[in-house]
């Protein structure tokens, strides 16, 4: 059975970090692809970060380039989420997901994401 668990959310002073992670259960990352998307209030859902199962080429939006960093441990099968330097507009429910492909990652479109973990709040606030 998939499951992604992620955890590591909550309330951070603007300029702060967090670190996200996805617990991995029931396929190998060797196989599939794994994205980091959020949903603000009222918005739609847009991915922050994905990352290849194969080159490990990866994608960022424009937002948080230079300021997030994907990355995975296979032993573990945990994937993690570097975020600093957090601004409000960060704030929203984050997702971990993975799509069956060996495909290099030229972008991060939700649609494209079989499975999905219930989401963790990141709330960036003073």
């Known amino acids: 059975q998939v499951q992604l668990v992620e955890s590591g959310g909550g309330l951070v002073q603007p300029g702060g970090s967090l670190r996200l992670s996805c617990a991995i259960s029931?396929?190998?990352?060797?196989?599939?692809?794994i994205g980091w998307f959020r949903q603000a209030p009222g918005k739609e859902r847009e991915g922050v970060s994905c990352m290849s199962s194969s080159d490990d080429s990866r994608y960022y939006t424009d937002s948080v380039k230079g300021r997030f960093t994907i990355a995975r441990d296979k032993v573990t099968k945990t994937v993690y989420l570097q975020m600093n330097n957090l601004n409000p507009e960060d704030t929203g429910v984050y997702y971990c997901a993975a799509d069956l492909t060996l495909l290099p990652v030229r972008s991060c479109w939700p649609n494209e994401y079989d499975y999905w973990g219930q989401g963790t709040q990141v709330t960036v606030s003073s």
């Open positions: 029931g396929f190998s990352l060797d196989y599939y692809a």
